[in-house]
């Protein structure tokens, strides 16, 4: 009998083992649902929320290599290919002043010579084609110079003090004449004069540096201000964010024209050298909290409505990583427009081109330049990026999400840029997001643009040829076809939400219809 039970009882066990992996898969399965939507990322939209301006002070102006680049085509070319998706207003570039423009000369008794002939077709060409200039007053004139003072960059710019102040003034009284006789000045009236470029490093050789700078910027302001007051001149087009303070406060003090504060400064820089402690402050991160420090300064100065522009910044490429030339830009680009927000009045990224001469010519398309397009002509992601940013509205609607900005255009549109970063030294991970659109009539449609390592990725492309050193112009034209954004994705929100994956270092920007 005992035996039949244990029999009996056997057979009534033997389905459980299918029961157990079942109900197991059951719940891993609703364990999966679980996890992914703990992982969902839920951004909400107010549509009605409360807006402020939102002026595009980062496309407002581009750096670029030196003066005597201008004069070619290809940087020209390059020029009206980010005019076209940026729009912006002002180019700044290094060395108007260097010998190979041509503009300082002195007879064999010493008296000083002056041409501007190079000098009229650099700023004819950049007029011609929308934009005004920064003008750099830099570097100078071997004949000029205190001593042969020659900065280590492949063109070899003198970075000594002038040997006579007299003759420096002269050069800039006749600079300034040239300038508005041949453009009037109600043209040069809307452009900047930024005095030397980072004099507080290499570029500057004068000691100590700080006081001979400001003894250089006082004699050039003044100037330039003699030649005519409606003349904007700053400075002190530091590398860093230093000598802010004690600019304002040397100009307040001595009575020196002033119309903008300039400095530089760039994601990789570090915490030391930005606030001269180390602390755990992420890249992706550090400039704009210098970019903070610096708009502080300001506001507790004798001039605290000065306009802050910083001149130099650019994300970091991460050595030898090259990031600057993956989707990582687009991600670090949008960080920073969002943080930077409300604390400056023109960013000029550094820069528009890589036709660029610091280390001589690049010797292949993709060495980590700064610039949106490379040599060639090919466009890069973070062109694309700044044409996708180019889009987001004139008003901003406050919004908690680290990683979003929320804009309203004029027509009422929203335009929402959303993000996926992560540091190219770390493992990433997708991202799923959903995006509740609140205060919309309805569900309206919405047009999606991407990048990311499948959208915008001209290096993909290039790999894909075999990484030609000397891509031909057919190559340069397959490349960005095959990486331009092309159409939109076309959705419908579905009870007032969007969901988007992200891919690491995904970018999207999002056009909801009115």
């Known amino acids: 009998m005992r035996k039949k039970r244990l029999q009996k009882r056997r057979s009534e066990v033997r389905p459980l083992p299918l029961l157990r992996l079942l109900l197991a898969l059951a719940l891993a399965l609703c364990a999966g649902s679980v996890l992914r939507a703990q992982n969902v990322e839920k951004i909400v939209i107010d549509g009605q929320g409360k807006a402020t301006a939102f002026p595009h002070y980062w496309e407002e102006a581009f750096g670029s290599g030196r003066a005597n680049l201008t004069l070619r085509e290809s940087y020209r070319n390059d020029l009206r290919e980010v005019k076209k998706i940026a729009d912006f207003k002002y180019v700044r570039f290094h060395a108007i002043f260097h010998d190979e423009n041509g503009v300082y000369d002195e007879d064999e008794k010493g008296n000083p010579l002056f041409n501007f002939t190079y000098v009229g077709q650099i700023y004819d060409g950049l007029l011609k084609n929308g934009v005004r200039p920064i003008v750099e007053i830099s570097f100078m004139p071997k004949k000029l110079a205190l001593r042969q003072d020659l900065h280590p960059f492949w063109y070899k710019q003198n970075v000594a003090p002038p040997k006579d102040y007299a003759k420096w003034d002269l050069l800039i009284k006749k600079f300034g004449e040239f300038l508005v006789e041949r ?121 605290p409505k000065l306009p802050l522009f910083w001149t130099e910044w650019n994300v970091s490429g991460y050595g030898q990583r090259h990031a600057g030339d993956t989707s990582y830009s687009a991600t670090a680009i949008a960080q920073t427009v969002r943080d930077c927000d409300g604390l400056m009045d023109m960013a000029s990224f550094w820069t528009f081109s890589d036709v660029f001469e610091e280390n001589g010519p690049f010797r292949e398309p993709f060495p980590g330049g700064f610039g949106l397009i490379a040599p060639g002509g090919i466009k890069k992601p973070h062109y694309y990026t700044f044409s996708l940013l180019h889009k987001l509205g004139s008003q901003r609607i406050a919004n908690d999400a680290d990683n979003v900005l929320v804009t309203r255009r004029a027509d009422g549109g929203l335009v929402v840029a959303v993000w996926n970063l992560w540091p190219p030294d770390q493992k990433g991970e997708e991202k799923e997001v959903e995006l509740e659109f609140r205060g919309v009539k309805g569900d309206p449609r919405v047009s999606v643009s991407r990048i990311d390592a499948a959208h915008g990725n001209t290096l993909a492309t290039w790999r894909k040829m075999g990484s030609p050193r000397y891509p031909t112009e057919k190559q340069v034209e397959e490349m960005n076809r095959e990486s331009a954004l092309g159409n939109t994705e076309r959705m419908k929100l579905k009870d007032g939400k969007l969901e988007i994956t992200l891919p690491v270092n995904g970018f999207a920007l999002i056009e909801a219809e009115r």
Not at 183 to 198: K, M, P, S
């Open 183 to 303: 453009y009037g000045i109600e043209e040069v009236a809307q452009w900047y004069f930024e005095v030397w470029n980072e004099p507080n490093i290499d570029f500057w050789s004068g000691e100590p540096k700080q006081a001979t700078y400001f003894e250089l910027y006082d004699h050039t302001a003044r100037t330039l201000k003699a030649v005519n007051p409606r003349l904007r001149v700053g400075g002190p087009a530091t590398s860093s964010a230093h000598w802010v303070s004690d600019f304002v406060a040397h100009t307040a003090q001595e009575k020196v024209p002033v119309d903008f504060v300039s400095t530089h400064g760039y994601a990789d820089d570090t915490t030391e050298d930005y606030f001269g402690a180390k602390l755990d402050i992420p890249i992706e991160k550090r400039m704009c909290k210098a970019v903070e420090k610096v708009h502080k300064e300001i506001l507790l100065s004798a001039m």
